[in-house]
């Protein structure tokens, strides 16, 4: 079952480019990872699934409802964390936090308490009084302290510390486990390849691929390491070559063959063979690799 579904969802802001023909889909259940460059449309995506913004063309849904036609009801139970925090200056935590719940119907206020005991946050404190990390973490209390079925994550983690990221991801798990889906935009790699189960990857407006965060690693190539040479010859299936004091390195996609017969001349050191990280597969999909749906 679709928890979001979008088709040729499309934005321009005048003649600038939003996003352009987005297809996406979220089960329920996913804890799905939306990922690309500044620029490339992730927070245009969340803002229009919100209704926050309207769209120029296509069309989209949350919850089987069409995004321009539902309002308030279904806000209530998704838990949004917009990418920067700003609030009403003067007021307390706990009145942001308070002032947020009445959007819900729900008591939360047990809730609130635990989540903020969790993230360490003082709750009396105002909020121009506090950090980056700090007001990231009142819109964290204000997105869960409802519990609600989905939640809409822009950058949720920037200006975390690293433990605070890890708590933070331990609530995603939990509420995940309890049956709610997760839509979350990041930078940060190596969130999506622990934390989500499908991703999708967005560059200059377009969807360029989408599938199983197992899927998008599950690539052909392979970084070879030659050590002791400084050079070689290029055959096909050869990209992305970095020389250091070492030797060179590169990602190799063509026939295993064809490159140890290249190899079987040189005088190397040592060579090894491995699986590349998520990241080089990322950026190679960033920096204008293949396409892949
Ligand atoms: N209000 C606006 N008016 C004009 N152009 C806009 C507006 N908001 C976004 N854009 C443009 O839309 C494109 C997508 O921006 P968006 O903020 O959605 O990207 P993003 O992926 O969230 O970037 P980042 O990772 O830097 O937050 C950019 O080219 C941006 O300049």
Redesign the pocket.
């Known amino acids: 079952m679709n928890i979001i579904k979008t088709e040729g969802l499309t934005k321009y802001?005048g003649r600038?480019?939003?996003i352009d023909n987005l297809d996406l889909e979220v089960k329920k259940g996913d804890v799905f990872g939306f990922i690309?460059p500044?620029?490339?449309?992730?927070?245009?995506t969340i803002r229009l699934l919100l209704g926050l913004i309207s769209s120029s063309k296509g069309k989209g849904e949350i919850f089987a409802e069409d995004i321009k036609k539902y309002r308030y009801e279904n806000l209530k139970d998704i838990g949004y964390i917009p990418?920067e925090t700003m609030f009403y200056k003067g007021m307390k935590v706990k009145d942001v936090i308070s002032f947020s719940s009445k959007l819900y119907n729900r008591s939360t206020e047990t809730e609130a308490r635990k989540l903020c005991e969790r993230f360490n946050l003082d709750s009396n404190k105002k909020v121009e009084e506090l950090s980056l990390g700090n007001r990231k973490k009142v819109s964290i209390v204000c997105a869960f302290q409802h519990k609600p079925s989905l939640y809409i994550l822009d950058e949720p983690t920037s200006g975390l510390d690293p433990l605070m990221q890890k708590e933070f991801f331990e609530l995603i798990k939990e509420r995940n486990r309890e049956g709610a889906t997760v839509f979350l935009s990041s930078?940060v790699l190596s969130e999506i390849q622990l934390y989500c189960n499908r991703a999708g990857i967005i560059r200059e407006?377009k969807l360029i691929a989408c599938d199983t965060v197992a899927n998008l690693s599950n690539t052909q190539a392979k970084r070879v390491n030659l050590f002791g040479i400084k050079d070689i010859e290029y055959i096909d299936g050869i990209a992305d070559i970095h020389r250091n004091d070492r030797g060179i390195n590169f990602l190799y996609s063509g026939n295993i063959n064809t490159l140890i017969k290249s190899l079987t001349d040189l005088n190397l050191e040592d060579i090894t063979i491995t699986e590349p990280s998520l990241d080089e597969i990322f950026l190679h999909y960033y920096n204008g690799g293949d396409e892949r749906q």
């Open positions: 802001y600038s480019r939003g690309g500044n620029g490339s449309g992730k927070s245009t990418s930078h407006g």
